[in-house]
């Protein structure tokens, strides 16, 4: 049997990955890189809808692609690559955007979150159209197994609709993909605010763990984390948030089950526990951390990584695209 493909990407939106990203996108690729045939995108025409400034995107690029590297992905075996790099996809956009009913693209929750602040006349047209940018990604590699959080779950089904559509339009082109949705014990919360999750879009990061964050600095975050006045540690999302997403954090950095945790921390005080969990994720970042510094300090080598990628990407993504243009008459 040959293996399924695998796509997931993430924006070059932040100067650094949190720990959310981590335990709820990274630690799953590198699993599932093991199972299947991977691309991994660091999607900067994306980002585009978000940043202006050439510099800061260039560099944002450059450390994501170093964190993916220092996280566990394998450049040989997995396709880790720039989006831009490859122009396949922004044609592919095009091409669906002509089957994407303008109902269907507003029905987009995302779109309707990222523009309730400012007002939808204050959002750019490339933010209205990022869902489709998102399906050709997914659909130019041939793509069976999507990993992404559950806020991308209907950015996959909409992959799947433009996909089944545009076979039933123009005949059999695109292989249609499955979401993976990542469980809700992966969802990491703020550490300020234990009922919004980790985000850096947050207004501030006193709650976010950098994964360039140094050690000190993450061991301050963790043992300010905001919990209550009740003192006993135990599972319970609705009554002590912070407690539960501690227990959350150190059961992905431990393999060790929450219940199992919270047995044997209950009753040691906040104190003691709150420098555990410190313990288990510096543990864990800090050697990603200065792997990630080594790889950025020599950005020849990371680009010349990009580009062999980009290559095979390439490949893979033009055949299709290809496909697509003679199933609808052109070329
Ligand atoms: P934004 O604030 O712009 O939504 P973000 O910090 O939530 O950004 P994304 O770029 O949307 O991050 O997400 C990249 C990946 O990381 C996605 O697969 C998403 O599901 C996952 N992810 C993001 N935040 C968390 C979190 N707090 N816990 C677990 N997974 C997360
Ligand atoms: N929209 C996603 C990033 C993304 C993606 C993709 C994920 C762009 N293209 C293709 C999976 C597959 C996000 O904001 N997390």
């Known amino acids: 049997m040959t293996k399924p493909r695998i796509y997931s990407g993430m924006q070059p939106s932040s100067g650094s990955l949190h720990l959310g990203n981590f335990v709820g996108a990274l630690t799953h690729w590198r699993q599932l890189q093991e199972e299947g045939d991977a691309f991994f995108s660091i999607v900067d025409l ?3 809808t978000s940043i202006q400034d050439p510099k800061v995107l260039r560099q944002q690029v450059r450390t994501l692609a170093a964190q993916y590297i220092a996280g566990g992905i394998d450049p040989q075996s997995s396709c880790l690559y720039v989006q831009s790099h490859v122009s396949a996809h922004a044609e592919m956009a095009w091409l669906l955007s002509i089957i994407t009913g303008f109902g269907e693209a507003s029905r987009m929750t995302q779109f309707k979150d990222k523009t309730a602040k400012k007002g939808i006349e204050a959002a750019n047209v490339g933010l209205f159209t990022y869902p489709i940018l998102m399906a050709g990604d997914i659909l ?10 559950a806020d991308q779950k209907q950015h996959v089904e909409l992959t799947r609709d433009l996909g089944e559509r545009f076979n039933k339009r123009y005949g059999e082109t695109f292989t249609i993909p499955q979401p993976r949705i990542a469980a809700e014990t992966a969802r990491i919360m703020d550490l300020q605010d234990p009922t919004r999750k ?3 879009s947050a207004e501030t990061d006193k709650g976010i ?22 003192g006993s540690i135990r599972v319970d999302a609705e009554n002590k948030p912070g407690v539960t997403n501690l227990l959350g954090i150190l059961s992905a950095f431990t393999g060790r089950t929450t219940a199992e945790l919270a047995d044997e921390y209950d009753g040691q005080g906040y104190g003691v526990f709150k420098v555990a969990v410190a313990d288990a994720v510096i543990g864990e970042l800090a050697p990603i951390r200065e792997r990630t510094l080594e790889l950025l300090d020599d950005p020849a080598e990371l680009d010349r ?3 062999a990628n980009a290559a095979r990407a390439r490949e893979v993504a033009d055949a299709t695209l290809h496909r697509a243009m003679r199933a609808m008459g052109l070329r």
């Open 140 to 149: 130019l590699y041939d793509t069976n197994l999507v990993p992404v959080g």
């Open 198 to 200: 980790m985000s850096k």
């Open 305 to 307: 990584i990009l580009e």
């Open 46 to 48: 994306h980002a585009l």
């Open 209 to 230: 763990v950098w994964l360039l964050d140094e050690p000190s600095r993450t061991l301050k975050k963790i043992k300010s984390a905001v919990t209550d006045t009740d």
